[in-house]
């Protein structure tokens, strides 16, 4: 599953290229190649190859890429900040996810009423899920309005390099050499990045800029680069 999720950030500037129209600088694609090579090495050695896996992970990497750059476009187009956002995107997912939840997991849930002992510490549990589940969100669309989609699938490439390093400096949890390799090109990789994001955001006016305004209509819809005022 890491090793598919590693591609995120690759899928999400090919969708935006190919189907939003929009120009990334070649440095963004080339800083890209270290990020993704890096997680695979250090997912590789515990690759086990299942078709319906592989779907399923290749689908959620899609469907994260997607939900990113639509998110960048409500944030960066629209105006929405980051608690209107989990604001209206939350009652569509209760909806979304009740019917399914009901189908799956409601038998079992009547079960589960009837036959625990103690209902209360439960009940905190699954609450504290909750909050712990809005503070994630809302940290999620506060980094895309601060950045882009593409900085934040970055970012969680660079997570599980990080997280491989903690463990072993932490836990002393073994890691083999290629793990160790993986990480160190991630963390290059991610470094590079930055620098990338930091040169074209500080570069001369009147110069190409990653990502650029869309032209045509077809480049509007559904993602805005600009605020609407300045359009308007």
């Not at 598919?4 to 800083?31: E, H, M």
């Not at 997991?105 to 103690?118: A, K, N, R």
């Amino acid at each position: 599953m890491q090793t598919i999720k590693s591609f995120t950030p690759a899928t999400t500037v090919i969708l935006q290229w190919l189907i939003w129209k929009k120009y990334f600088d070649l440095r963004i694609w080339a800083s890209l190649i270290p990020i993704v090579g890096g997680i695979l090495l250090t997912s590789v050695t515990e690759l086990s190859f299942n078709m319906l896996g592989f779907c399923a992970a290749l689908f959620g990497c899609i469907a994260t890429s997607t939900k990113t750059i639509l998110a960048e476009s409500l944030l960066h187009g629209y105006k929405f900040d980051s608690i209107n956002t989990v604001y209206y995107m939350a009652p569509f997912a209760t909806m979304i996810l009740a019917v399914p939840a009901t189908l799956l997991e409601g038998p079992g849930v009547v079960e589960w009423i009837y036959t625990c002992p103690s209902l209360f510490p439960s009940l905190v549990i699954i609450f504290g899920s909750g909050v712990l589940a809005f503070c994630l969100n809302f940290s999620i669309f506060y980094v895309i309005h601060s950045t882009t989609a593409v900085t934040f699938n970055v970012a969680g490439n660079l997570k599980v390099a990080v997280a491989v390093t903690c463990s072993w400096l932490i836990f002393r949890n073994p890691i083999s050499m290629m793990n160790a390799v993986g990480c160190s090109i991630t963390l290059l990789g991610c470094t590079f990045y930055g620098y990338v994001r930091h040169m074209l955001s500080n570069q001369a006016p009147g110069t190409p800029r990653t990502p650029r305004t869309p032209r045509g209509k077809s480049e509007l819809i559904p993602l805005v680069n600009e605020k609407l005022d300045d359009k308007i």
